[in-house]
């Protein structure tokens, strides 16, 4: 079949970059640890790529981080004391190792190794421009384009060359880039995509997330601004660039604040931890419920589950058990799977909710699948009442730059109203974290409709960006590559 719908999902992606230079030691080991930090990312595929006298080395594998790169005849491979990797999450049917990041290309000034977290919005439209001129792809992700672009840049040096190409696409974007004498970290202009900036001793270190430097003992030092390059020399110099001379209203994904971002992170300088019991303390004071005990939905809930029962001066109990062998359900590719990964990831505490009254809090409802088999089992366990109050607005808007709410049809709030939903799930009572209170827990509030200080399309509609291949039509059908790896 020579062509065939691409569905707006096929190259979303939710992933994890890391990248250290300067380091004292073999920087493989400080990059693999780095990954570990970050692997609810993305718990597809993780690769890494150093570099040492002249030459790049590079391991990529399907699976979890530790799966592979524990090994210490692995890393040993991984020469160098500059290095960057990256944890895939891909919402395609496809796992393919040639999606593999970080991707590796040889120009005209060296090698260079790319790892992108986020989705551009104007891929289909570039890919498809730059294979008429003559391009050839090797993947079917979007960030393939930054090597074909750093490629085709005629910038004096790696980071004039990564600068253009960043400059040719739209969407969502943070980068890791190694050269053989640098490591860039890009931001997109609109900070839609988390980047840090840390150091471990004399060594400079980039990462999606601060959680990934508790991990290693490195020191946090800020964000990296939106639109910002920051070029981390291997002499220990740091250089910090601009994408655009033209400045854009920041607006940092407010997902990674409510769900994506580990609790121990710290983003633009606040506490995740701190902003979800926020979040669950306004949404109590929102929509209050009597009840015997307030209950997360563990692990991403209990937070804000602890800000409601705060709140509500009602007890703070686990009526759910956790099992932490099993991946996170709305990160994994396939609906069945999540389907069925929700009896083995989750278990009610009988003894805690027979008989009682109990509100579940969660941190988003977005198919509505994990719920209903959840607020099933609590009732089966003997709860009198279950109500679900979550802590953020309703979803009711697809989401472009890298997260897995593809469309309509998959987000339960976008075609029903609250009371439908409620029906459908089975609670006594559902309730939501209004807009105003989302804003007005992270400070932010009354939210200005003219310069919001987030991206919130998935509650608004309001996107950041122009969507260039979602409103070219012909962009959406296309053969993205006629390869299938045999595994």
């Known amino acids: 079949m020579l062509s065939a719908p691409i569905l707006p999902r096929a190259l979303n992606e939710e992933c994890g970059v890391f990248g250290i230079i300067g380091h004292d030691g073999?920087?493989?080991?400080?990059?693999?640890?780095?990954?570990?930090?970050?692997?609810?990312?993305?718990?597809?595929?993780?690769?890494?790529?150093?570099?040492?006298?002249?030459?790049?080395?590079?391991?990529?594998?399907?699976?979890l981080v530790a799966d592979h790169?524990?090994?210490?005849?692995?890393?040993?491979?991984?020469?160098?004391?500059?290095?960057?990797?990256?944890?895939?999450?891909?919402?395609?049917?496809?796992?393919?190792?040639?999606?593999?990041q970080p991707l590796y290309a040889d120009l005209d000034r060296g090698g260079i190794a790319i790892a992108h977290n986020g989705n551009l919005t104007n891929a289909r439209n570039l890919r498809q421009e730059l294979i008429s001129k003559g391009s050839i792809f090797?993947?079917?992700?979007?960030?393939?384009?930054?090597v074909q672009l750093t490629a085709l840049s005629r910038g004096l040096t790696m980071s004039d060359k990564v600068i253009d190409a960043a400059r040719a696409v739209e969407g969502a974007f943070a980068l890791t880039v190694l050269t053989r004498d640098a490591l860039i970290g890009v931001r997109d202009p609109v900070g839609i995509r988390p980047l840090v900036l840390g150091k471990l001793g004399d060594a400079h270190v980039l990462a999606s997330e601060s959680c990934a430097f508790d991990l290693i003992g490195a020191e946090f030092i800020r964000d990296v601004e939106p639109g910002e390059v920051i070029v981390c020399g291997r002499d220990g110099s740091l250089v910090s660039r601009r994408i655009s001379a033209e400045a854009k209203n920041p607006r940092p994904c407010i997902f990674e604040l409510i769900y994506f971002a580990r609790p121990n992170s710290f983003v633009d300088g606040e506490s995740v931890y701190d902003i979800r019991k926020r979040?669950?303390?306004?949404?109590?004071?929102?929509?209050?419920?009597?009840?015997?005990i307030i209950?997360?939905?563990?692990?991403?809930?209990?937070?804000?589950?602890?800000?409601?029962?705060?709140?509500?001066?009602?007890?703070?109990?686990?009526?759910?058990?956790?099992?932490?062998?099993?991946?996170?359900?709305?990160?994994?590719?396939?609906?069945?799977?999540?389907e069925m990964g929700v009896a083995r990831k989750h278990s009610a505490n009988a003894g805690v909710v027979r008989g009682k009254r109990v509100?579940?809090?969660?941190?988003?409802?977005?198919?509505?699948?994990?719920?209903?088999?959840?607020?099933?089992?609590?009732r089966d366990a003997g709860a009198k009442e279950v109500h679900l109050r979550v802590a953020c607005p309703p979803i009711t808007h697809p989401d472009f730059y890298g997260i897995d709410t593809p469309s309509k049809d998959e987000l339960?709030?976008?075609?029903?109203?609250?009371?439908?939903?409620?029906?459908?799930?089975?609670?006594?009572?559902?309730?939501?974290?209004?807009?105003?209170?989302?804003?007005?827990?992270?400070?932010?509030?009354?939210?200005?409709?003219?310069?919001?200080?987030?991206?919130?399309?998935?509650?608004?509609?309001?996107?950041p960006t122009s969507l260039i291949d979602q409103d070219k039509t012909e962009s959406?059908?296309?053969?993205?590559?006629?390869?299938?790896?045999?595994?």
Do not use: W
């Open 26 to 63: 073999p920087a493989a080991p400080i990059v693999a640890l780095g990954l570990h930090a970050l692997q609810h990312r993305g718990q597809e595929a993780a690769g890494i790529t150093t570099y040492h006298d002249g030459q790049f080395h590079s391991d990529k594998q399907l699976g």
């Open 138 to 146: 090797h993947t079917t992700s979007d960030s393939e384009l930054f």
């Open 359 to 378: 509100v579940l809090v969660d941190d988003s409802l977005v198919r509505g699948t994990t719920s209903r088999k959840i607020i099933k089992m609590i």
């Open 476 to 487: 959406r059908i296309e053969q993205l590559s006629f390869l299938r790896e045999a595994r």
């Open 295 to 338: 209950s997360p939905i563990p692990d991403s809930g209990v937070p804000s589950a602890i800000g409601f029962a705060q709140a509500s001066n009602v007890d703070y109990e686990m009526a759910l058990i956790r099992s932490h062998y099993s991946g996170r359900t709305f990160i994994q590719p396939d609906q069945k799977v999540r």
């Open 69 to 100: 790169f524990n090994a210490e005849e692995v890393l040993a491979k991984l020469h160098g004391t500059s290095g960057i990797g990256h944890t895939r999450y891909s919402t395609t049917g496809e796992s393919s190792l040639r999606n593999v």
């Open 412 to 463: 339960l709030a976008s075609n029903n109203t609250v009371e439908e939903m409620r029906q459908q799930i089975g609670a006594d009572s559902l309730a939501f974290l209004s807009l105003d209170g989302l804003y007005k827990a992270l400070g932010k509030g009354p939210r200005d409709g003219d310069a919001p200080a987030f991206t919130d399309h998935c509650f608004t509609g309001d996107y």
């Open 279 to 292: 979040l669950g303390r306004t949404l109590a004071e929102e929509s209050p419920v009597e009840a015997d």
